[in-house]
């Protein structure tokens, strides 16, 4: 039997039995989801455009709307075809694109990372002048004669020279990493990855010119065995195949974009010389290989922390031959090389005063420093900002409300300008804020009786939107004539509430632990795509962040890929990338006595 | 077909119209030769012991005596088996034994190489002490945080940790390059190669406790495409298939050398970490497959001319994943890795006084030190003092006349004890030095006429070996009844005379450029196997040798091994050794006016 993923095309043949989700993973298809086919989450649907004919199961009429059921939405978790079959996948580009949009670099820097590349012409030998060929070139590019070369390298000289004897030589420091034919100056590239857990990024520059080449995202294909850290964990430990198979995924992954890269800007796949890598210590111990398992479980040791440096062809990456990689230190079991990038690139270590950064995703994990400290900790906020564990929680994807505005009607934003689907990060901390400013919800993050509204004066097409449905109390977004009303549920803002207090009593322990209030900070910096698109008085009304004036608190986009390019571009910067991470001090909140304290406290709006 | 080589029993199956040689070089069985297959030196015999049933071709009959074709003797290089085939190979494994006795070190010593091998017990994290596991092995071991390790061996970490959590560490100076479970820290071993145009030499150490453990010589397997240097040279540049073939030769013989020491020893492959190189300039290229075609015509640039590390795997060496290989710099390219070994390992770049080094091939190479500086050159001797080009010559294997008496009658040594077959180098120079002692032979080379010898009162026993043949005068040295007598010609004493002339000519060279005459040398030191046979004596009475007292003559024995082992033992030799072949300046005997006058001067007795 074939099945073909829309709109993409792939093809693949499969025996009878499996999943889509299951046959997805094999084939190379990427299909969100969350809870790793358990069928909980309901976030790994498709449409099925031909060879629908198995039942529909239980879950999926639980989590499918009727709308969607009738168009042919099924659970690729829950769907197991039994003859040809043609499936579309949701596209999640809009989320790509977004991360794409937030890397703000200049485009052009003067680089200092021991790449050269030198044309030159290496003279005959004379019988009065017998130098070897190798110590011509290195004297002919002024590199030290006790420099390096591989002899791979070394092989390839006598042929070139045997021609034109005019080569193009590539060296990093003083070791030659590459001899070509002819005048290649200019070819000289490096790639930095940012691997997230859904979204991997990746900047192609040419290391000679510091021109920015290109930036390409995608999302994350390990995908497929989980939305969360998590769930893939679990299924690396399943069995040694597993293990394999997830970490093949990533490196097909960097090896996708870096042949994308190659066909789009025209450059050789073998003049990429370097490649540097953050992500979060889970995605930094795939990338690896490296079994996971501890990080799922106190105490949460990882296997590594330092550094880890190699030739990029030992992790199956097809760049040059003697490319190398260089994955940058964690710090923590939860706070991972792309938080170690972050901090390289607010640069919060060297600034005078007291900064706070703040990465929000499943885990939040916050970085205090000043006053001579650095200290970190991760704290679990739970999928709420991410759109999962919202009933109508999605990514930031075409359909997604992202903005809200509750006055004397509800005013929403939505990405791609089209009919609202869901929900995502943003739209949720604006809904709950609005719902807390409009008087709807109370303190303790309770919609309020509908007589007490009107007591309040909270206009009638506002009220109007406020119902009890089977699913308990909620309050209408955005109505829908053709399938279910976006809603907002009492039981959303609880899940808000666990979230925000979770990042709240995290910052309040490092904040105590410095001995500093609200008011000795100078800047709080909020990485990532969270911080560019959530609205700050938003989060401030929630109480997800301290109470400092808004013009203090920076939105600094992709900073963990920004601080991979600093340690490609910059030599100096991997080093001072080894002492932020031995210098930022990890304070383990499930040994803190007094976090239960605090985030009970958090908890009220 | 098949065709079987006797005595090692390896068998191959072909097709019609190879000859027996090249049928033997794809099987991987060593059949000596001197000429490449062309049918000249008559070196390349082998026994046909069933099959034989082509016609013995001209050269054959020119170059095998009546005796040998009688019983069956063919050679290889002519010989195109038509149906299945046995043939038997003569054993030169004599001159391996030799060699391998030739390894005069200390059985035991206090090394000096960077290597650690530690047991150490991994505590497991706790919620308080997060550490990675590689943090705790580094600490536990007293290795700096920040020393390297591959991804290879972080991914064995946690499956080795699962079970008992005891270890064995192995380091690299501060690079971690082997983890294994339980105890393992006597298992260290490190290899030295020499790599002779003739015979591989490989010693096996423990790298912990400094005893050597064994030492293997066997035949350089790149000797069926030709004995000397410039065959195989010659084969090399004929193709890249060629070049490829000659370079997998070396790299399987090496393979052979560390697995037999494996079986023997009871050393697994994977604890063998670190192998050094040492070999001749071409011998030095094919260890890399580097095209050596220059080295066969002037102005003979090397393409390479200092050290060259690397990964052991890269080469194919299949040892420990993480096993380097370090190859000894080159002085020229006719002066290899092998005269720096013997360099550092005589120790003559910091005695006192005066130093000439010889060593004696096809190529003289030869060091002179002293006064502050080091100079040496190559000197083409041509294989006369390695018994071809002789001939009744023969390589120092069973059956070879060894050392040479003229007194009231001739008396010899044989090695093997056995009856001669022919005549070895040290028996060459002990025949003429005799000779001319006898007064048989007068200063120019020339036999004396038979009158002038009873003039002389030469005994009649020794008058009567004198005689005329087809092949002008000769003098035999063994009369044999079965086949035929063991001779020296006219034509040979002349070889002999032009070996020793180039040899001295050089040795001028040098002391005229450092402005000394015999009288200034301290010491003359005798490199390899040459050194250890040839009766100093009769070197000196041939002119091969400055006239300088007998007890400052001293044989070296495998020095350039000897080189080897101290560069893979202690860390500092390689510095030491890159130092060396830098210091010591190269004369070009080619471009030396003075060297015609020198030679034709030092050609007589």
Chains 1, 2 share one sequence.
């Not at 809870?35 to 989590?63: P, Q, Y």
């Not at 995502?424 to 303190?443: E, M, P, Y």
């Not at 986009?557 to 490609?568: E, K, Q």
Request: hydrophobic share 40%; aromatic share 6%.
């Amino acid at each position: 039997m074939k099945i073909r993923f829309l709109p993409k095309g792939l093809e693949y043949t499969f025996e009878t039995g499996k999943s889509v989700l299951k046959l997805a993973a094999e084939a190379g298809a990427a299909i969100d989801g969350n809870c790793a086919g358990n069928g909980t989450c309901g976030k790994c649907k498709v449409k099925v455009i031909s060879g629908n004919d198995e039942k529909i199961s239980r879950e999926e009429k639980l989590l499918l709307s009727v709308g969607e059921i009738r168009a042919g939405y099924r659970l690729a978790c829950k769907f197991r075809p039994i003859n040809d079959v043609i499936v579309e996948v949701p596209l999640e580009e809009d989320a790509v694109k977004r991360k794409t949009k937030l890397m703000a670099m200049p485009d052009s820097l003067i680089i200092q990372n021991g790449y050269k590349k030198q044309f030159v012409r290496i003279e005959e030998s004379t019988i009065q002048n017998q130098a070897s060929d190798l110590e011509k070139i290195k004297k002919n590019c002024g590199l030290d004669e006790r420099g390096t070369i591989c002899s791979e390298l070394i092989k390839k000289i006598p042929d070139l020279l045997s021609e034109k004897r005019e080569i193009t030589v590539t060296a990093r420091q003083n070791e030659i990493i590459d001899i070509e034919a002819g005048d290649a100056t200019t070819e000289c590239y490096g790639l930095a990855l940012d691997i997230g857990t859904t979204t991997v990024v990746g900047h192609l520059w040419n290391l000679i010119t510091g021109e920015l080449i290109g930036v390409n995202a995608v999302t994350n294909p390990q995908g497929v065995f989980g939305a969360d850290v998590i769930s893939r964990i679990t299924y690396a430990n399943e069995s040694k195949e597993n293990l394999e198979n997830i970490h093949q995924k990533i490196i097909a992954c960097i090896n996708g974009i870096a042949s994308e890269f190659s066909e789009t800007y025209h450059v050789k796949l073998e003049h990429i010389y370097e490649i540097t890598f953050v992500g979060n210590t889970t995605m930094s111990h795939l990338l690896l290989g490296v079994n996971p398992r501890q990080l799922a479980v106190a105490p949460f040791a990882p296997v590594f922390v330092k550094s880890v440096a190699g030739l990029a062809s030992e992790l199956g990456i097809r760049i040059n031959k003697n490319a190398k990689y260089y994955l940058m230190p964690i710090i923590a079991g939860h706070v991972g090389s792309d938080i170690t990038a972050g901090i390289l690139s607010t640069g919060i270590m060297h600034g005078d005063g007291i900064h706070l950064m703040l990465d929000v995703g499943t885990n939040g994990e916050i970085v205090l420093t000043g006053r001579g400290s650095a200290i970190t900790c991760s704290t679990a906020a739970g999928p709420a900002f991410e759109g999962a564990s919202i009933f109508k929680g999605m990514r930031a994807a075409e359909g997604a409300i992202e903005k809200i505005k509750i006055e004397d009607d509800v005013r929403i934003q939505v990405i791609g300008s089209t009919v609202p689907t869901g929900i995502c990060g943003s739209g949720i901390i604006d809904a709950v804020a609005q719902l807390i400013n409009s008087g709807l919800v109370d303190w303790t993050g309770k919609f309020i009786k509908p007589e007490a509204m009107i007591e309040k004066n909270i206009p009638e097409s506002i009220i109007s939107r406020f119902r009890k449905s089977e699913r308990g109390n909620e309050f209408v977004l955005a109505y829908n004539s053709d399938g279910e009303d976006i809603v907002i549920l009492q039981k959303d803002i609880r899940e808000v509430q666990l979230a925000k207090a979770a990042i709240y009593a995290g910052i309040r322990i490092l904040m105590n632990r410095m001995g500093i209030t609200d008011d000795d900070l100078d800047k709080i910096h909020i990485a990532g795509a969270f911080g560019n698109y959530i609205d700050i008085d938003s989060a401030l009304t929630i109480g997800l962040l301290p109470k400092i004036d808004k013009d203090k608190i920076i939105s600094e986009g992709n900073s963990a890929g920004i601080g991979a390019c600093m340690a490609l571009l910059f030599s100096d910067k991997q080093k001072e990338a080894e002492r932020t991470a031995e210098a930022v001090i990890h304070v383990e909140l499930a040994s803190c006595t007094e976090f239960q304290d605090e985030y009970v406290k958090s908890m009220s709006f």
